[in-house]
Structure formats: C-alpha cells, structure tokens
C-alpha cells in the first residue's frame, strides 16, 4: 500500500520534473533558433521570453548564455563575467544555454550544451560527461562525502584530459540545493537571482552551518559531509582548449536504506542521455 508520505513525495517529485522537463524544452527550442550573429544577450532573452509564455513569472536565477570560448570559461576571474555579452555566434561555435526558472513553486536549473554546425570537440566532451554522471549517482549512493565525490569526478576529468570548469563558479561548486519556492504576486531579482530562491539557499545555508551540511557541494571543508536528502541541480562542467560543455539536472537524494531509493536522476528523457542512448545503438 502507498502512504500519504509517499504519494507526497511523488507529487512533489513531479513537479519538479515538470519545471525541469520545460527548461529543457526552452532549451531545445531556443537552440534551434539560434543563427550566426545572434549574440548572447538575445540568446538568454529568447530564453527568457520562451519561458515567460508558457507560464514563468519567477526564477533561481535569470537564463544565461555561452558562446564559444566563453564556453569553457576563458579568462573568467569575477561573477560579472558569467552573465550574457555582445559576443556573436558563429558557424561550428559551440554554445551553452543554462536557466533555472521556478513554475508553480518548483525550480529547475539546468545547462544545455550545443554547438551551430559540427563541433567534434564538443560532441566528444559530451559524450564523455556520460561518465560523470554515473560516477557520481553511484558514489551519492555508497554516501561518500560531497567534497570525496567532488575530488573523484576532478581526477575523472583530469584522466580524460580535460580541466575542471565549474572550479570557476562561486566557490568552486559542482552543485546546489534546489527547494519550493513560495509564489509571490511580484518576484524581483538581485544580480539576476531571484530573490525568493536566495532567501531559500540562505535559510538552507544557515540551518545547515548549524547542522554540519552545506547546501552547495564544493571541494572545500564545509562540503566534507556525506549528500544531504533533498534536490541538488548538479553540472559538471569540462574544459578543453577553448571549448566547454555540461549538463546540469537535477540528482534526488533521499534516506532510504536502499540503495536504489537512496538517490536517483529525477528524470532520464532528457536531450543528453538520449544523445548517449542513441550512440550506443549505432
């Protein structure tokens, strides 16, 4: 029989992978307008306005765009540079979509990689973050410390011969907790975050000092802790000579004592792991 706490959990559940589901839907629609010269501030507003008409009113944070080497995080050293440029799209650039909106109280963050034409080097870094995504759903699920899984997808990377990208993001992270959102008539945003969500990942943050977790899974002492039950949106990021490429989903992290109930991707139809299903069929 069912209990009340798990149908709970498989509503929530789908509302995540609702919101998840349209984000990737944004992204896939968005790239397939993309044309040489559109740059990445109209990139990150079709994204903006896709969302917007299919019912977003709030966000995690507001679509970015990535167009060429900036996919690989060329040269970044402060946030402003994370956020969508002039810069113009070209034949055979690789691009990276990423956006986290929230629809009917549920977040989504996720990062979408492509390129416009052929791209090789790009097809090979996706092909190879296949990898990465099993090795940390299965090191999740021997519930080995964030910072331990975070330091084993690195040396991953480093056996590929690739460098670690998201080691740029804001305190290095390879991922976040994502939680409900409370709907509000008027959602502002700060920098680009949304400020519903900030106030979210702080409360997070601060129960979690004062429990020993963290809600942001970095290489750093405050990550040394084993995954906490929850949602985390996780994106491994490779780099290679001016070329990057991620995913970004959402991984559900729970305390069941099985461990296949003890994490699980919310959701496996999305554009990357058909892509790897397809390439194995060949």
């Not at 019912?55 to 990535?66: K, M, S």
Request: charged share 25%; aromatic share 12%.
């Amino acid at each position: 029989m069912t209990s009340a706490v798990d149908t709970e959990l498989g509503a929530e559940l789908r509302g995540f992978r609702e919101v998840q589901s349209l984000a990737y839907a944004c992204a896939e629609a968005v790239a397939a307008q993309l044309v040489p010269g559109v740059t990445e501030r109209e990139a990150a507003r079709m994204q903006r306005e896709w969302l917007r008409e299919h019912g977003v009113r709030d966000w995690f944070h507001l679509p970015f765009a990535w167009f060429g080497d900036r996919t690989a995080f060329a040269g970044f050293r402060i946030p402003l540079q994370f956020f969508p440029t002039s810069r113009r799209l070209e034949p055979g650039m690789p691009f990276i979509l990423d956006m986290a909106p929230v629809f009917n109280g549920f977040t989504a963050d996720i990062g979408y990689s492509g390129s416009l034409g052929p791209n090789p080097v790009q097809d090979r870094l996706m092909a190879d973050l296949e990898e990465h995504r099993e090795l940390i759903l299965r090191e999740v699920r021997e519930r080995r410390s964030l910072r331990e899984i975070y330091e084993d997808v690195e040396r991953l990377m480093n056996r590929q011969g690739y460098a670690n990208r998201h080691r740029a993001y804001p305190f290095g992270v390879i991922a976040h907790k994502v939680d409900r959102v409370q709907q509000r008539r008027f959602s502002p945003n700060v920098f680009g975050f949304g400020t519903q969500s900030l106030k979210g990942l702080a409360s997070d943050a601060l129960h979690g000092h004062r429990d020993g977790w963290s809600p942001l899974w970095s290489p750093y002492k405050f990550s040394d802790h084993p995954p906490q039950p929850g949602l985390w949106a996780v994106e491994p990021h490779l780099g290679f000579r001016g070329t990057g490429a991620k995913f970004e989903e959402i991984l559900v992290v729970t305390d069941s004592k099985d461990p296949q109930e003890s994490a699980f991707w919310l959701d496996d139809d999305l554009p990357h792991v058909r892509r790897w299903a397809e390439a194995r069929s060949l």
